[in-house]
């Protein structure tokens, strides 16, 4: 079979690098001095596993939760005797002075910071050590890197790793004696989100060599100052720097140029007006571009053909034939040609092979693609635009938007606008339609940055985006690489004493479903996780506003799941007043079934623990479960229910009735007639996993009814089921169990009479392969 899209394993050299940054202290490190992380002195790492270790460290800092971030991490590379680093990449807060300091003596070549606001300007003396090497340097997003701390001059070299927490950043604090004097190798710079106190024409003056150049966000005094590159300068991004008529006689200026961005967030901020003599311009004089990007510009109407010139024939991209009459002056179609937020991306004959804009899937994508590391703000729009598509019409290119939406999600995982988009965009993109073409590891890829999502935002809408999308995967299979996160996240958005009630419903049903399917370590984990007492506790708020809701019975439903066969999770239901909790629901909601049905199931999960079956041996009780025995709720299954949970209580003899009232005979002879009542061809709402409880009320003569119950209920489902459970009750041994019940003289005639049937029914079964369906072993028959 072929494999899915998506679906490519990740290669050796990425495994082994996540584990051994999962393992250091037991792969290349020891535990030093007060706890700090050394280097062993035999390891010599080249710059291509350095680069590697840093880089995906990084990612897995930002993307998962369980990954442990080690303090003293970046000092393992101060020694470039040992460890080699030449193109590091670090982003967001986490990124500390100290830690620039810490690889100081490396040769770098490449350092790009990212949204990196925690470094200061004792990170520019940091710069310094680079100065000889470094060919390519970004400080995109760093806003605080030109303010020293506390007012402190500019050091490097200090250990005090406290300091960077101690001395917060001083905005009045300004570094004007910084310049890249000495940085003669410097090719490409990116300083986007420049403080505005920052004079840009002195701090690069002295950069003779770049070719490559970003200032976004950088308000420019003098333009003029650009024409220093002018036989150089190959890309330069203005993104959200104003235009004015000296920029753009500058710009014209600049011959070799193959990429140029000008684009702004959006027309709304815009005052220039993007003319056709502009945009012929730039195309005449710009010969070298292969590459322009003009969104968020207000474009005037003389730029287009008339519209019905521009409906003629197929899509060209030949320049001949553009639709744009300034891009007819190209020599070639632009490799890339941004168009976002602009009324040009509607035409036809567009002269690029990949464009941006919101007229198509192939558009937004693009668009998605080009903006999402530095300009999340266009990201968020393009990406709800996907979400339209994906919602209302179909998406082509599956695997191409659940990675660029991925991608993004990892990328921002602090952007509040980027986790709602994106969160709502899975949810469609993951949905029945699309997921015949979804691989096992792109599933993954997206129930993890999900999970990141709903630990980062307590927000609504997120919290609801993500559960919502989480309900489009088998549960729990899907999710059990994640089993426990996932369970605490969930049970975390159900503490709140006031939660909205769509997630409340949506997480309860999710709980719920977590636990319908799973081993029994599984669920006695989630119970130590407080799961037993967050159901009761929403099913007490429900009793409190007197409400039966899809919550209230999901609460129950999960924890009749989360009992089954785990004697310690009965003993806190127990122990949290549920059996209180029980008999106030009964009489609060007398005549809901399914409330009736689920209570009961997990009461017999409470009764198959012999030690706990004294707390339930009440007159209080039993008289309500005798009750019960006369039940029409939901056909036999409140009513067999409360039967199992007496067969149990039964089974440990008349010596254990310590109560006079009822008696034990009364309660039995309810029993007799309650199953003799039961038509056995019931089809069944309840599934087991194994007939191991039902088994061990066989062999014994102390509760003949409890041994009746039991066999009454083998030969139900065997009849119903063959195919389901004969297998199973061959394999656990049923047949040898059965056969002592019709040698034993305390066994009823009518017991033993279905007893012979079970075992004919099991003895004309064709032996055939167990047909458990494993996606339906619901312990008690719980619906996710």
């Not at 127990?574 to 909601?589: A, D, K, T, V």
């Not at 003949?704 to 004969?726: D, E, G, M």
């Amino acid at each position: 079979m072929a494999a899915k899209t998506g679906d490519d394993p990740d290669s050796l050299m990425a495994l082994a690098t996540v584990f051994c940054l999962r393992n250091l202290r037991k792969t290349m490190c020891y535990q030093g001095y007060r706890n700090k992380l050394c280097l062993r002195s035999d390891i010599f790492l080249p710059s291509e596993i350095c680069d590697k270790l840093v880089n995906t460290y990084m990612e897995l800092v930002h993307t998962d939760s369980s990954f442990e971030p080690q303090e003293s991490f970046f000092q393992l590379f101060s020694d470039p005797r040992s460890t080699r680093l030449t193109r590091v990449q670090l982003r967001e807060d986490f990124v500390r002075d100290r830690d620039l300091e810490a690889i100081r003596k490396q040769d770098l070549i490449k350092l790009h910071l990212t949204y990196c606001s925690n470094v200061s300007a004792r990170s520019l003396k940091t710069l310094g050590c680079f100065r000889e090497t470094l060919v390519s340097l970004c400080l995109f997003g760093c806003s605080n890197i030109f303010y020293r701390k506390g007012g402190a001059p500019l050091a490097c070299g200090e250990d005090n790793e406290e300091d960077d927490l101690a001395n917060p950043v001083s905005r009045q604090a300004l570094e004007k004696d910084f310049n890249f004097e000495g940085f003669g190798r410097l090719r490409l710079l990116n300083l986007g989100g420049l403080p505005d106190e920052i004079d840009v024409e002195p701090l690069l003056k002295t950069l003779n060599s770049l070719t490559s150049l970003d200032l976004s966000g950088v308000q420019l005094a003098r333009a003029a100052f650009l024409t220093q590159w002018k036989e150089r300068m190959a890309s330069l991004v203005l993104y959200n720097v104003d235009m004015s008529e000296e920029l753009v006689s500058t710009l014209l200026e600049l011959g070799k140029l193959r990429h140029l961005d000008v684009s702004r967030e959006s027309r709304r901020t815009s005052k220039f007006k993007m003319t056709r003599k502009i945009l012929t311009a730039i195309a005449q004089r710009l010969v070298n571009l292969v590459s322009l990007d003009i969104s968020g510009h207000v474009m005037l109407d003389n730029c287009t053909v008339p519209h019905v010139k521009d409906a003629m024939g197929r899509a060209s991209t030949e320049p001949c034939k553009s639709s744009i009459y300034p891009f007819q002056e190209l020599k070639r179609p632009l490799q890339f040609l941004g168009l976002y937020d602009t009324t040009l991306c509607n035409v036809t004959h567009i002269p690029a092979y990949k464009v941006t804009g919101s007229k198509n899937e192939d558009q937004v994508l693009n668009a998605i693609e080009a903006y999402t590391e530095f300009r999340p703000e266009l990201a968020h729009r393009a990406i709800n635009q996907l979400f339209d598509i994906a919602r209302i019409q179909h998406c082509s290119q599956l695997l191409r938007a659940l990675q660029l939406v991925i991608a993004a999600l990892k990328c921002h995982k602090y952007d509040k606008s980027i986790q709602v988009t994106g969160s709502a965009a899975l949810f469609y993109l993951t949905n029945t339609d699309y997921r015949n073409e979804q691989s096992v590891r792109l599933r993954r890829q997206v129930i993890q940055v999900v999970l990141n999502g709903m630990e980062q935002y307590q927000e609504v809408t997120v919290q609801r985006n993500c559960c919502l999308t989480l309900c489009n995967f088998s549960i729990p299979e899907e999710l059990e690489f994640q089993y426990s996160r996932v369970n605490q996240l969930l049970l975390k958005i159900l503490e709140p004493a006031r939660q909205e009630e769509s997630i409340q419903r949506i997480a309860v049903h999710l709980c719920n479903a977590l636990v319908c399917q799973v081993d029994n370590h599984h669920k006695e984990a989630v119970g130590k996780m407080g799961f037993v007492k967050t159901m009761l506790n929403l099913i007490q708020k429900k009793l409190q506003s007197r409400m039966c809701d899809q919550v209230m019975e999901f609460s129950w439903s999960a924890l009749w799941n989360i009992t089954d066969e785990t004697p310690d999770n009965c003993q806190m239901f127990l122990n949290c007043r549920g059996m209180s909790l029980f008999l106030e629901c009964l009489e609060e909601f007398p005549d809901k079934q399914e409330l009736h049905r689920n209570m009961l199931g997990l009461l017999g999960n409470v009764a198959e623990v012999r030690a706990l079956r004294p707390q339930l041996l009440t007159p209080q009780f039993i008289t309500v479960f005798s009750n019960l025995l006369d039940s029409e709720a939901d056909g036999i299954e409140v009513s067999y229910n409360a039967c199992g949970v007496l067969s149990h209580i039964m089974f440990d003899g008349p010596d254990a009735w310590a109560m006079e009232e009822p008696l034990r005979d009364t309660v039995m002879n309810k029993m007799w007639d309650a199953i003799r009542s039961w038509d056995v061809t019931s089809r069944r709402n309840i599934n087991y996993r194994s007939f191991e409880p039902i088994l061990r009320l066989l062999p014994q003569g102390i509760a003949p009814v409890s041994q009746h119950w039991a066999t009454w209920a083998l030969f139900n489902l065997i009849s119903v089921y063959p195919s389901k459970y004969c297998p199973l009750l061959i394999k656990e041994g049923g047949i040898a169990l059965l056969e002592q019940v019709l040698e034993l003289d305390s066994s009823h005639d009518d017991t033993k009479d279905m007893a012979r049937k079970v075992m004919e029914q099991c003895e004309n079964f064709k032996e055939e392969p167990m047909e458990i369906n494993q996606g339906q072993e619901v312990a008690n028959g719980q619906q996710a």
